[in-house]
């Protein structure tokens, strides 16, 4: 198997003490995932960083006329109390991937954070795991992310733009659970 950093998945206020814990010294990396109105930890003492603006709301396929719905209709929703849902987009998966890639062979951790640590960051903790080990690992990548953060559930629309990009033609959304007709 590839070498690669040891991956830590946690939510904002996780995050911000665990970042000032004596163990931190080993963190080399961090992807921080922050919504409109949430924020990220410090990175600025963090030799890798990589910071994400978007809210964890889905990412519907153009062809799901019912997710499309949906999404405009929560959208709406939002913008009455000011708020504008910006789902994760394509340049985005672009991005964990390029991260990813850059930082494989850090020798520490790689923090990967958003509000809650459910949704986002397992998301982008996965496709960081599926990048460096490559086609074929998917299920172990998959369970790697379950051992780590027993809660997750990893963000849907995240997870089929990374099977894409990453030409797994569905063996990572598969290994996830998900339905490959969405």
């Known amino acids: 198997m590839p070498r690669h950093p040891n991956v830590v998945i946690l939510g904002y206020s996780e995050a911000a003490m665990?970042?000032?814990?004596p163990?931190?010294?080993?963190?080399?990396?961090?992807?921080?995932?922050?919504?409109?109105?949430?924020?990220?930890?410090?990175?600025?003492n963090v030799?890798?960083?990589?910071?994400?603006?978007?809210?964890?709301?889905?990412?519907?396929?153009?062809?799901?006329?019912?997710?499309?719905a949906r999404?405009?209709?929560?959208q709406r929703a939002?913008?009455?109390?000011?708020?504008?849902?910006?789902?994760?987009?394509?340049?985005d998966v672009d991005a964990i991937i390029a991260?990813?890639?850059?930082?494989?062979?850090v020798n520490g951790t790689l923090i990967c954070h958003c509000h809650a640590g459910i949704s986002r960051s397992p998301a982008v903790a996965l496709i960081c795991l599926s990048a460096w080990r490559g086609s074929g690992s998917?299920?172990?990548?998959?369970?790697?992310?379950?051992?780590?953060?027993?809660a997750a559930v990893p963000h849907e629309?995240?997870?089929?733009i990374a099977d894409e990009k990453l030409g797994r033609g569905g063996a990572l959304t598969r290994a996830l659970g998900l339905d490959d007709s969405a």
Do not use: W
């Open 47 to 68: 030799e890798h960083s990589l910071i994400l603006n978007f809210d964890d709301t889905e990412t519907p396929a153009d062809v799901d006329l019912l997710g499309q």
């Open 157 to 160: 629309g995240l997870i089929r």
């Open 138 to 150: 998917e299920a172990e990548c998959v369970a790697d992310i379950r051992r780590a953060r027993p």
């Open 18 to 21: 665990f970042i000032q814990q």
């Open 99 to 105: 991260f990813a890639r850059q930082t494989q062979k």
């Open 23 to 44: 163990y931190a010294a080993d963190v080399r990396a961090i992807i921080a995932i922050a919504g409109q109105r949430e924020y990220t930890i410090d990175t600025d």
């Open 71 to 74: 999404l405009a209709m929560r």
């Open 78 to 91: 939002a913008g009455e109390f000011g708020i504008r849902m910006k789902p994760p987009t394509r340049a």
